[in-house]
T-cell receptor, first 108, second 118 residues
């Protein structure tokens, strides 16, 4: 089976940095995805990691350590529109499984 | 970018009736589509994998006869919730990867269908 853990909620100030951690235990590993989901909307793809290390994409970066079963999503220069749920998803042997999501609230 | 269209976005139905949800890939072909269900503040739970031209693969605990899936073409999959009950009220989301799929192909999601059964 697959077990994916991430914090339920985080709050940060506009312009700040927030790091969302994700730990996982899976049968097989074929990559880790991060998605952003605004309330009542579908998830949108943010990043993909399959090798250890940091992937940077503008204000968002994602890190993976396969040996530790650990990833994080780093959001820099936070904007109000970044308030959303962030989903960690792991592709195991057969399917993509999602964590419960971390709700990030950005305050002015 | 790849677009997945899901319809309807919201539906309210009475207990005992059936509801059909459509999922279309607008600018790409998808031999495989996925149906997820999401309860408030919970994870996306995979219900079934829809395969073009063959039977869907259901996850453990998902009733095949209750959630009918048809994937008649490379761009269309439908989910029919039969004899709906209030506990079926949820957010249903379809998704697809472009064909041919590669190991790092992200899922493209439809906008979801909010089903309320009264």
């Amino acid at each position: 089976g697959q077990n994916i853990d991430q914090p339920t909620e985080m709050t940060a100030t506009e312009g700040a940095i927030v790091q969302i951690n994700c730990t996982y235990q899976t049968s097989g590993f074929n990559g880790l995805f991060w998605y952003q989901q605004h309330a009542g909307e579908a998830p949108t793809f943010l990043s993909y990691n399959v090798l250890d290390g940091l992937e940077e994409k503008g204000r968002f970066s994602s890190f993976l350590s396969r040996s530790k079963g650990y990833s994080y999503l780093l959001l820099k220069e936070l904007q109000m529109k970044d308030s959303a749920s962030y989903l960690c998803a792991v592709r195991g042997d057969y399917k993509l499984s999602f964590g419960a999501g971390t709700t990030v609230t950005v305050r002015a | 970018g790849a677009v997945v269209s899901q319809h309807p976005s919201r539906v309210i139905c009475k207990s005992g009736t059936s509801v059909k949800i459509e999922c279309r890939s607008l600018d790409f072909q998808a031999t495989t589509m996925f149906w997820y269900r999401q309860f408030p503040k919970q994870s996306l739970m995979l219900m079934a994998t829809s395969n073009e031209g063959s039977k869907a693969t259901y996850e453990q605990g998902v009733e095949k006869d209750k959630f009918l899936i048809n994937h008649a073409s490379l761009t269309l999959s439908t989910l029919t919730v039969t004899s709906a009950h209030p506990e079926d009220s949820s957010f249903y989301i379809c998704s697809a990867r472009e064909s041919p799929e590669t190991y790092n192909s992200p899922l493209h999601f439809g906008n979801g269908t909010r089903l309320t059964v009264t």
